[in-house]
């Protein structure tokens, strides 16, 4: 099993920067990919940003060029900085990462969710 630990979020006036961070732990075999991902009431969760194990990152749209995926595979932890928050950013979002087993099975984990509030 794996835990996934996020810290970060809150409340943010538009404009303004946040990070986010996550810290897997547990049996941890390979960690391959890491992801956010976040739900707005009402709306489909949504990938929002995704980093390799070799460091490649992939970005939604809507983010590109103002938020910037991280992480550390020394320390297990991917982080999220936000800038130029939107109050469409307003969402919950959640860690999740893809662990490859011993056995060479692939497991996916996620966090519990941290909220990221944008409003004046």
Known sequence: QVQLVESGGGLVQPGGSQALSCVASGSIFKLTTMDWYRQAPGKQRELVA???????????????????????????????????????????????????????????????????????
Not at 63 to 74: E, H, L, P, Q, Y
Not at 75 to 97: F, G, I, W
Not at 110 to 120: H, K, L, P, R
Request: proline share 1%; charged share 15%; glycine share 12%.
């Open 50 to 120: 995704g980093i390799i194990s070799g460091g490649i990152t992939s970005y939604a749209g809507f983010v590109k060029g103002r938020f910037t995926i991280s992480r550390d595979n020394a320390k297990n932890t991917v982080s999220l900085q936000m800038r130029s928050l939107k109050p469409e950013d307003t969402a919950v979002y959640y860690c999740h990462v893809h662990v490859v087993d011993a056995e060479g099975y692939g497991h996916d984990y996620w966090g519990q969710g941290t909220q990221v509030t944008v409003s004046s």
